[in-house]
């Protein structure tokens, strides 16, 4: 097994001379002839999803799930076989670890394109140079939802044994199949009940913590969760695709998808996921292969209005996450009643699509990135919370039916998805607008005894300086009216609601600013005029429906009030 973080990994991990030159690049190409090129750029993309399980291949290349007929899926230990066999073929792939599980099983990363090694430095470097966008591919955070595994692992085959001609010259991507390793091995023929296989078994939903590692984003109790905020400091992905499979309304979609949620996520990058990238991949799969996806949601009422509604806002949630840190952010939710090789496959167009999106489009990706992270949030109003908007759009949902049939080794009934569409138009709720906000102050400070916050905040890769320079600018303190802590613990923690509002303090008025008097040098200041700016607002504003007090990580001080101040007029 290779050691994760070596530098680099492979034997094969020589430097890879540039593609094509940068006078090359697409930046003046008009739109009809963007048109053409992303025309042809797909055709091999899809071609390679058409054909799919229908290609022979030798038997080293053929995955688990495919010579068992689609009962099994790969363990852990085979995808790491199915990796380090592609990067020993092929030049342009190299495999390393993003980090370690809690049982300490390496969470398997590989780097594919014109980068010398695994590093991320070296990434970085192309990217840069090469003027090309970064791209993760994340699955199996949920590890009973294995069809995004199995799709990945395709997309490694096909580009070790150069099936995908020119794809790794326009884009580097970041391919991380089996994000819970832990979960992955925990197979039970009884996991996630209800779903159409794989009959051989799957793992579980959570990892070996018993948390749910798409909930664990902001307080980074998890290791992958820390491992995956490490990744995204580190190499700076452009975009993250996560791959799960999700059951609830019987509907007729194949797969079904969504933005990040969280409204704080910049509009720029909302704009250019929800209104240019996702119908794209939906036209595409729809006019290629006849297949329909749109947003997630499921129907049921709500309010008393029954409608089509989408899951949550909460940057607890990976891709929301990715959202408020400046990146593109795509969930990708394969139908649970599909077979288990029609997730794949819907899982791999869906991702094939994505990326001859993105081929085309990597100066726009770069750029929207690049200039959020300039942009200077001090004196915004950013949301804090969020609910679902007033006004609905109606949209035609495509809802389905299933059939019952019987796992052939539990008799337990599993539902499997019928070739029929009933189109029926109702509200839909894809989205969420800001419900409360507050101003993003020009900095935070915060004492040098909550060495746990600043302990997260620098796993987060939030920037961070110690030591005040001792002037008292205009200071505000957060006055705590109310403080609910949840009765029922949710993934280890006990929730927790403040009330109060930020309001001017001065020297003496509360006995954070006498410290901040006596000992200014061991203050951190956490600055607002830096690219997590959002996150750092997010997780440090008392109100936030996600940050480290809702988590109850602020508890140990609460009761002699809030102990981070804000400055309001650092300039």
């Known amino acids: 097994m290779p050691q994760p973080f070596a530098r680099p990994c492979t034997a094969v991990g020589q430097a890879v001379p540039s593609a094509r030159p940068a006078s090359s690049r697409r930046a003046g190409l008009t739109p009809f002839l963007l048109c053409g090129v992303l025309g042809l750029l797909l055709l091999p993309l899809a071609a390679s999803a058409a054909q799919g399980a229908d290609r022979e291949f030798d038997p080293e290349w053929v995955l688990r799930a495919e010579r068992t007929e689609y009962r099994e899926s790969a363990s852990s230990a085979e995808v790491m076989e199915w990796l380090e066999q592609a990067a020993a073929v092929h030049p342009r792939l190299h495999l390393t670890g993003m980090g370690y599980s809690n049982e300490g099983r390496v969470i398997p990363l590989l780097v594919a394109g014109p980068v010398a090694d695994p590093s991320p430095e070296a990434v970085r470097r192309a990217s840069r140079t090469e003027g090309l966008p970064v791209i993760y591919l994340q699955a199996n955070i949920h590890a009973g939802e294995v069809a995004g595994k199995e799709a990945l692992l395709r997309l490694v085959r096909e580009l070790a044994l150069e099936l995908r001609p020119g794809l790794l010259d326009d884009l580097i991507l970041l391919i991380g199949p089996n994000y819970n390793p832990d979960g992955n091995e925990r197979i039970d023929l009884r996991n996630r009940p209800r779903q159409h296989g794989p009959v051989g078994g799957m793992g579980t939903r959570t990892n070996a913590q018993g948390l749910d590692l798409n909930r664990d984003q902001m307080k980074l109790d998890a290791p992958e969760a820390r491992s995956l905020a490490q990744l995204m400091t580190d190499y700076d992905p452009h975009m993250v695709v996560d791959l799960h499979t999700t059951n609830g309304t019987r509907i007729a979609y194949h797969l079904t998808y969504a933005p990040g949620l969280h409204p704080a996520t910049p509009s720029a990058i909302d704009t250019l996921v929800r209104d240019d990238l996702l119908p794209a991949t939906t036209e595409g799969v729809l006019g290629r292969y006849g ?243 959002r996150l750092a607002f997010l997780l440090l504003e008392p109100r936030s429906d996600d940050g480290l007090t809702a988590w109850g990580l602020m508890d140990p001080w609460l009761d002699d009030g809030f102990p981070i101040l804000r400055v309001v007029e650092l300039r």
């Open 291 to 533: 297949w329909h996806m749109w947003h997630y949601g499921n129907v049921f009422s709500r309010g008393g209005v029954e409608a089509w509604w989408t899951f949550d806002h909460r940057p607890r949630f990976v891709t929301n996450y990715v959202g408020i840190r400046n990146r593109l952010a795509v969930l990708s939710e394969a139908y649970s009643y599909a077979t288990f090789e029609d997730r794949i496959l819907a899982t791999e167009r869906f991702v094939d699509e994505i990326l001859g999106w993105s081929r085309v489009n990597g100066d726009r990706i770069r750029e929207v990135v690049e200039v959020e992270d300039r942009r200077d949030l001090r004196g915004e109003r950013i949301p804090l919370r969020a609910g679902f908007p007033d006004e609905p759009v109606l949209h035609p949902i495509l809802l389905g039916e299933v059939d019952e049939e019987f796992h052939p080794w539990t008799g337990e009934v599993m539902l499997r998805r019928r070739d029929v569409v009933h189109e029926q138009t109702m509200p839909a709720f894809v989205h969420f607008v800001g419900t409360e906000y507050e101003t993003a102050p020009d900095a935070y400070l915060i004492p040098p005894h909550l060495t746990s916050v600043v302990e997260r905040l620098r796993a987060h890769g939030i920037r961070m300086e110690q030591g005040w320079d001792g002037s008292l600018p205009a200071l505000e303190g957060f006055r705590i009216r109310e403080r609910v802590v949840a009765e029922r613990v949710f993934q280890g923690r006990n929730e927790v609601t403040l009330v109060g509002e930020w309001e001017p303090v001065l020297p003496g008025d509360v006995p954070a600013v006498e410290s901040l008097e006596q000992e200014p040098s061991q203050w951190w200041v956490v600055p607002m005029d830096q690219p997590l700016a």
